[in-house]
């Protein structure tokens, strides 16, 4: 030990080298010197860090910390940062002037760096005392086109005198001698340069002048070359312009090109008109055809100002007039003389006279013609008139009994415009308003459908949506969502009704759905409202008798029409959630008592499988309730491989409520859909026909099991879910009780159930392995290491350094976290007394200056009273 503790302290007292190599540092304090003693001594193993300086290497810790953590906490607030973008600049291995030489080559290809990536002629641009050689090489000297040729480059000697001469006085000229015969005065610069300015100018005009009487000579001399070459022409015979070369047919890129080039330029469309304004314009459009056809009806005339063209053109002949009246005369010749013969103008034509009878005028009494003409039948022609200008309802309208007061009377013959004018009433009083107002109640609604047909019921309630309109008026949206709820009870009404006008139900289904894409909310309350009413009727009814019956009719079209509305693979929908429930309670809650049961029933399992066709969500009530059926059409039910569930019972009244034991009604019957009517009630049938229903009740239950088989196929529990129904099918349905067309059917749905995979396996109890006998062989382990690492394999032994390696790294990562912490701790401490320490001075110095003014004050206080 002894030898080990002087040995230690001979290299502790060895002073470390400078951290360049220079002279060594002196020796430590030997107080700071930290010995880490070795309880054993291990022969071959290097120890490290026997020796450690726990204050050197807490002072190279605060000044790393120093440099780099305070340095990132002072300028935490900062976001300007200069980054020094220099090339190499940071880089020790490059000497300054291979620096610099790398700086110049970048520079000089940034500058050369072509512009254009595809123009592949551009080239260095040469320069010449800062201007381009290219430039220089154009020779684009400014040249006055107007100066001649013969004086280019001459100045003339008072142009020199007068840029050249030098001096601000009066310029040294010749001396001109006025008429009186003296000398005239020199000129001032300023006199010679206007008179310059003025030759020019002068010059310049009369060069102008030359030209254009050259340009004038040169368009004659070519008009009258054109005249004697015209003289002179002289045609090529086809002889020997056929030896000449042909010219070229255009290929088809030519003649595409051409196309082109004459094909019309698109032209900018209007813009897209607005919901509103589409609005805006089908009402203005209804409320323009109800007034036509409201003065149709009273036979009010066109007014003329209607008539009256927009625009006339400036070449109108105004010829388009017709003629009121025939006032030609009728010429014929007798004995060689000309006679004229005046004709009334009532018998010369049929149109003319319905012309003048629509002006009011009757036919003349005192006419020749009138007793000898076939058409004599006045009377009754009038009398049918009359009848026809009455209502459907047998009377006549106000305006029209003025017409008929005024109008010919008995024994009169009715004008042909006074028929038609009739006739026009009677057809627009028949025919529908273009605008409605929007109903206040139900029984509104009625009235305005009943008694008319389907295409009328659908057109009265578009015209009412469209002049209506959300956009149109602000208290539209309130009345047409109450039109949804008034639509919605008169479609009850219709399927409650005897019998149901199911057609007109599939009509008004549209409009239903336009009202609902428009009013989502006021639609789903209306419909959950319908369906609330429903439920609750039902429920009543099972708490007073204890069983429930299948609701009508209207129900079930509700629920259908619900499913069309609004989307049904939705996880949650707030309409067509309580609508799934809704179905899943007539399965499970209403007996099957009567063939009526079995079509409502079966009619709800077609609603329920529309509803989860995207979603294939499983419904095990429809399940169910189909192999009910199956079961009521079973004749053998001694031995099942099934269970029933309410509401159906293995044996009681309504148990072979669909077997059929007839084979003549068998061989009789063919496969039909069934009728939705029959959910609104059966009439009166005879034997046949019950067993015909019977047997069509079961086609459809086979068919929607093959749809269940189809949608339910992928669920890993399809076997066992379809079980009842393979047991059914294979076991109980025997050929005899049934049609070669359901034996078919049944074998076909078997078939697909087969078909289908298996995706799992009953689970079952496994099996346990067993129990070996004691064998008394010793196990030998090699152990490979003793003490506390025990021994193992190679990869269990790596798998330890790796976690002890991991484990060290972690602790050590987490002093090093919270020795910046505490660091940062400190810096933040001593920015607090810093600020504390200036604030306490700056206290201490406003108090001096305080007190030293307060001592001057009482001083001069003093020194008043004094006196």
């Known amino acids: ?120 002629n551009e080239d260095e641009e040469l320069t010449h005392y800062g201007q381009s050689l290219a430039d220089i090489e154009k020779h684009n000297d400014i040249v006055d086109s107007d100066s001649d040729a013969e004086d280019r480059g001459v100045l003339s000697a008072e142009l020199t005198a007068t840029h050249f001469g030098g001096g601000g006085g009066r310029l040294p000229g010749k001396a001109t001698q006025q008429p009186g015969g003296g000398e005239e005065p020199p000129k001032s610069r300023r006199e010679l340069i206007e008179e310059l300015i003025a030759r020019s100018k002068q010059e310049k005009r009369e060069r102008q002048a ?159 013609e009138d007793s000898d003409s076939p058409d004599s039948h006045s ?14 309802d047998g009377l006549e309208s106000d305006a029209e009994g003025e017409d008929a007061s005024e109008g010919p009377q008995r024994g009169q013959r009715p004008s042909l415009g006074e028929r038609l004018t009739r006739d026009d009433r009677a057809a627009a009083r028949a025919e529908l308003p273009y605008t409605f107002a929007v109903p206040e109640s139900c029984e509104e609604l009625k009235s305005l459908l009943l008694g008319k047909s389907t295409e009328d019921q659908l057109l009265v309630v578009e015209r009412i949506q469209k002049c209506n309109h959300p956009s149109l008026a602000v208290g539209n949206k309130a009345k047409l969502e109450k039109l949804f709820s008034f639509l919605l009870e008169y479609i009850g ?49 099972v708490e007073t008798t204890g069983r429930a019956a299948f609701p009508g009719l209207d129900v079930l079209i509700y629920l259908k029409i619900a499913g069309m509305l609004f989307p049904t693979s939705d ?54 309730f189909l192999t009910g059926i199956l079961h009521m059409a079973t004749p053998n039910k001694q031995s099942q491989g099934y269970t029933l569930v309410h509401p159906f019972r293995a044996h009681g009244k309504n148990s072979e409520l669909l077997l059929v034991s007839d084979e003549e009604d068998m ?66 349905l025997s050929t005899r009780c049934c049609p070669p067309t359901l034996q078919d059917l049944s074998r076909s749905i078997l078939t697909e159930v087969e078909s289908q995979p298996r995706h799992c396996r009953p689970l079952v109890c496994e099996k346990s392995k067993p129990v070996p006998l004691k064998l008394f062989t010793p196990r030998l382990v090699k152990v490979l290491e003793f003490g506390r690492k025990q021994g193992g394999t190679k990869e269990e032994q790596e798998r330890r350094r790796l976690i002890h390696k991991h484990k060290r790294e972690f602790k050590g990562a987490v002093r090093e976290i919270r020795r910046d912490n505490q660091f940062l701790a400190r810096m933040r401490l001593s920015e607090i007394m810093e600020r504390d320490a200036e604030r306490k001075r700056k206290v201490k110095q406003l108090f001096n200056s305080l007190a030293t003014q307060e001592g001057e004050w009482k001083a001069l206080k003093r020194k008043k009273f004094k006196k």
């Open 667 to 732: 061989a009789t019957w063919q496969r039909r859909s069934l009728p939705l009517q029959w959910a609104g009630g059966l009439k009166a049938q005879t034997e046949t026909e019950a067993n015909h229903t019977r047997l069509s009740c079961l086609a459809v239950c086979l068919a929607l099991v093959r749809r269940c088989v189809v949608a339910y196929g992928p669920l890993p529990s399809f076997h066992d879910i379809t079980q009842p129904l393979r047991a059914l099918l294979t076991e109980h």
């Open 571 to 624: 996880f949650w929908h707030p309409v067509i959630t309580p609508a799934l429930l809704c179905l899943s309670q007539l399965l499970t809650k209403c007996p099957v008592q009567s063939l009526q049961d079995v079509v409502k029933g079966l009619f709800v399992c077609c609603v329920f499988l529309d509803y989860v066709s995207l979603s294939q969500r499983f419904i095990p009530e429809l399940i169910n």
């Open 1 to 120: 030990m002894g030898k080990t503790r002087s040995a230690a302290r001979g290299k502790a007292s060895a002073a470390p080298a400078g951290p360049w190599g220079g002279r060594a540092r002196p020796n430590p304090n030997p107080f700071e010197v930290k010995v880490n003693r070795q309880k054993f001594q291990v022969l071959g193993r290097k120890t490290r860090h026997e020796v450690g300086l726990p204050g050197v290497s807490r002072a190279r810790a605060l000044q790393k910390r120093t440099q780099t953590l305070l340095k990132e906490y002072k300028e935490r607030d900062k976001s300007s940062v200069f980054r020094d973008k220099r090339f190499g600049e940071y880089d020790s291995s490059i000497s300054p002037e291979e620096k610099m030489m790398k700086r110049f080559a970048l520079e000089q290809q940034r500058q050369h760096e072509k512009k254009n990536i595809y123009n592949l």
């Open 379 to 392: 009377d009754l022609e009038s009398d049918a008139g009359s009848e026809d200008a009455r209502g459907p």
């Open 210 to 368: 030359q030209r254009e009487d050259a340009l004038e000579l040169t368009e004659k001399l070519d008009q009258d070359w054109k005249e004697i070459q015209a003289l002179l022409a002289r045609k090529t015979p086809k002889s020997e312009s056929g030896g000449g070369k042909e010219k070229p047919e255009p290929d088809a890129y030519d003649m595409m090109v051409r196309e082109l080039g004459f094909e019309m330029k698109a032209q900018p469309s209007n813009r897209m008109k607005t919901e509103e304004e589409l609005a805006r314009e089908e009402q203005e459009r209804l409320r323009r055809l109800e007034a036509e056809r409201l003065r149709r009806m009273l036979g009010r005339e066109e007014d003329a100002h209607s008539k009256r063209p927009k625009h006339l053109s400036a070449d109108d002949l105004n010829d388009g007039f017709v003629l009121d009246t025939d006032d030609r005369r009728l010429l014929s010749y007798k004995d060689g003389k000309m006679n004229v013969e005046e004709e009334p103008s009532g018998d010369t034509s049929g149109g003319e006279s319905g012309e003048e009878e629509e002006e009011g005028e009757g036919w003349s009494e005192g006419a020749p």
């Open 493 to 541: 009404d219709l399927a409650a009704s005897d019998p149901p006008e199911l057609g007109v139900i599939d009509k008004l289904v549209l409009p239903l759905y336009n009202l609902c894409q428009m009013f989502p909310e006021s639609a789903s309350d209306a419909v959950k409202f319908v369906l609330r009413d429903a439920m609750h009727e039902m429920e009543g009814t």
